[in-house]
């Protein structure tokens, strides 16, 4: 159930209804928007009496949701979600973008990567210091010693530093060192570790999982949420099929999709959506112009010595190129600003 208040509906009316929803035993998650604030219930196992809340002041309705999730939805946030990351946000008028190595293996090369991202205007740096591999003898990342070149690099360039966690002790660790927190596709369910995520303070760049489906996604970022964690970005990174031309398939139509949907911001992986470096480009082009609030990019200074995902690795000036590119293509599809 949702309680939506009036738009003129006090702060002392709004908390009001948050503490009869407490003293029912379940948690509440008031959401301000811009026209009203609507409060989301969860924690409960059956249907919720309306008639609690109907009378109370400043209460406009109390909405029975009928979809799985409830607080990833535009009926909780009519607007657009904004992730705040310290001075930089994914989800406003800015097309954010997020790129770096998919591994960070030394200091050489990821400051090497960092001076050109940050030379693009780019706000985010990515780069795994935990990395989940499909075979335990690859490179399995730097672990700490990653996250402090990552916290060296935020501090030299002033880059905000997105980078996974695969466990609830490395979200600890990511958690000291960094300013985003990347659930990669292989834990999207992995509901102990959303729920951890959930606590933090940090925001969520939350991919797609292989063969996640749309729901099963949302309600991904839904456990992330119900902890109290409102700041989740969505990954669209390219699911399973049986195409065999691309190393995933980059699920564009997702984009729309999750708008209808959703008031959470949603970016596009390019590199891990199509596995191969000359199909990065033209599909961050697509991604950009289908909507997506941002991309996270995969950049080496040498693809050819990638520790992990050399093949889809841009080099540097490759890199440079789509930035200008996409940008150019965001101010076409971009509403005019007001004013
Ligand atoms: C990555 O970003 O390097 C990564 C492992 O991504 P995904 O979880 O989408 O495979
Ligand atoms: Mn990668």
Same mark, same amino acid.
């Given at each position: 159930?949702?309680?939506?208040?009036?738009?003129?509906?006090?702060?002392?009316?709004? +908390?009001?209804?948050?503490?009869?929803?407490?003293?029912?035993?379940?948690?509440?998650?008031?959401?301000?928007?811009?026209?009203?604030?609507?409060?989301?219930?969860?924690?409960?196992?059956?249907?919720?009496?309306?008639?609690?809340?109907?009378?109370?002041?400043?209460?406009?309705?109390?909405?029975?949701?009928?979809?799985?999730?409830?607080?990833?939805?535009?009926?909780?946030?009519?607007?657009?979600?904004?992730?705040?990351?310290?001075?930089?946000?994914?989800?406003?008028?800015?097309?954010?973008?997020?790129?770096?190595?998919?591994?960070?293996?030394?200091?050489?090369?990821?400051?090497?990567?960092?001076?050109?991202?940050?030379?693009?205007?780019?706000?985010?740096?990515?780069?795994?210091?935990?990395?989940?591999?499909?075979?335990?003898?690859?490179?399995?990342?730097?672990?700490?010693?990653?996250?402090?070149?990552?916290?060296? @690099?935020?501090?030299?360039?002033?880059?905000?530093?997105?980078?996974?966690?695969?466990?609830?002790?490395?979200?600890?660790? *990511?958690?000291?060192?960094?300013?985003?927190?990347?659930?990669?596709?292989?834990?999207?369910?992995?509901?102990?570790?959303?729920?951890?995520?959930?606590?933090?303070?940090?925001?969520?760049?939350?991919?797609?999982?292989?063969?996640?489906?749309?729901?099963?996604?949302?309600?991904?970022?839904?456990?992330?949420?119900?902890?109290?964690?409102?700041?989740?970005?969505?990954?669209?990174?390219?699911?399973?099929?049986?195409?065999?031309?691309?190393?995933?398939?980059?699920?564009?139509?997702? @984009?729309?999709?999750?708008?209808?949907?959703?008031?959470?911001?949603? @970016?596009?992986?390019?590199?891990?959506?199509?596995?191969?470096?000359?199909?990065?480009?033209?599909?961050?082009?697509?991604?950009?112009?289908?909507?997506?609030?941002?991309?996270? *990019? +995969?950049?080496?200074?040498?693809?050819?010595?990638?520790?992990?995902?050399?093949?889809?690795?841009?080099?540097?000036?490759?890199?440079?190129?789509?930035?200008?590119? *996409?940008?150019?293509?965001?101010?076409?599809?971009?509403?005019?600003?007001?004013?």
């Amino acid at each position: 159930m949702l309680i939506v208040m009036k738009a003129d509906a006090t702060d002392g009316q709004v +908390e009001a209804v948050v503490q009869v929803i407490e003293e029912l035993g379940y948690k509440a998650h008031p959401m301000p928007g811009a026209a009203r604030t609507a409060v989301g219930i969860t924690g409960n196992s059956g249907a919720i009496d309306p008639s609690h809340f109907e009378t109370l002041p400043g209460v406009a309705e109390a909405v029975r949701i009928s979809k799985p999730y409830k607080l990833v939805t535009l009926d909780m946030r009519k607007e657009k979600t904004v992730v705040r990351v310290g001075d930089a946000a994914i989800g406003g008028d800015e097309l954010a973008i997020i790129a770096g190595p998919c591994a960070v293996e030394s200091r050489t090369q990821a400051f090497a990567v960092a001076e050109v991202v940050r030379r693009s205007g780019a706000r985010f740096f990515r780069g795994g210091a935990f990395k989940p591999r499909t075979s335990p003898y690859a490179f399995q990342g730097l672990g700490e010693d990653g996250l402090k070149i990552l916290a060296e @690099i935020r501090d030299t360039f002033g880059l905000k530093i997105v980078t996974e966690a695969l466990d609830e002790p490395s979200v600890d660790l *990511v958690e000291r060192y960094a300013d985003m927190i990347q659930i990669g596709a292989r834990s999207m369910q992995n509901f102990t570790l959303l729920r951890r995520v959930g606590k933090s303070s940090l925001p969520v760049l939350l991919k797609r999982g292989l063969s996640a489906t749309l729901d099963e996604w949302l309600l991904a970022a839904e456990y992330i949420m119900a902890e109290g964690n409102y700041q989740v970005v969505l990954c669209e990174r390219g699911i399973r099929t049986f195409s065999q031309h691309t190393r995933n398939t980059l699920d564009l139509a997702a @984009i729309p999709a999750v708008r209808r949907i959703s008031h959470l911001p949603v @970016i596009v992986d390019p590199s891990h959506g199509t596995g191969k470096n000359y199909m990065v480009t033209p599909l961050a082009r697509a991604g950009v112009a289908v909507g997506a609030d941002g991309l996270i *990019v +995969e950049v080496h200074d040498s693809p050819g010595n990638a520790l992990s995902d050399g093949a889809q690795a841009l080099t540097l000036d490759q890199y440079e190129r789509l930035v200008s590119e *996409v940008r150019a293509i965001h101010e076409v599809i971009a509403p005019a600003p007001v004013g």
